[in-house]
């Protein structure tokens, strides 16, 4: 299973951005996947996860009201759409990608997924 994520870039406070995650090869039925961040110097945090299944859905308060987990099954993709973004949103973001259902209170735990992207790196600067 390989996982291509994509979409980040430079973006001024207050833009927008949209990220993919797409996933191939072996085909999950009832995944949960998941978006996480990583900033230079910090530990790698939990930002939005989603159960395939039932669209359940989980967000870091960090991100709540501003970014949107979605997903496309035709294209076996998942989405993250960025409003608002701040400063401190800079980071490299990396999808993950779990074969089964999670309970959502295990969104946030890394070591709870199977499959990682390589990561793509968001600037948010004036």
């Known amino acids: 299973v390989q996982l291509q994520a994509s979409g980040g870039g430079l973006v001024q406070p207050g833009g927008s951005l949209r990220l993919s995650c797409e996933a191939s090869?072996?085909?999950?039925?009832?995944?949960?996947m998941a978006w996480f961040r990583q900033a230079p110097g910090k530990e790698r945090e939990f930002v939005a996860g989603?159960?395939?299944?039932?669209?359940?859905?989980r967000y870091s308060n960090s991100v709540k009201g501003r970014f949107t987990i979605s997903r496309d099954n035709a294209k076996n993709t998942v989405y993250l759409q960025m409003n608002s973004l701040k400063p401190d949103d800079t980071a490299v973001y990396y999808c993950a990608a779990r074969e089964n259902n999670l309970i959502i209170g295990a969104f946030g735990q890394p070591k709870m997924y199977d499959y990682w992207g390589q990561g793509t790196q968001v600037t948010v600067s004036s």
């Open positions: 090869g072996r085909v999950f039925t009832s995944p949960t």
């Open positions: 989603m159960r395939w299944g039932d669209r359940n859905t």
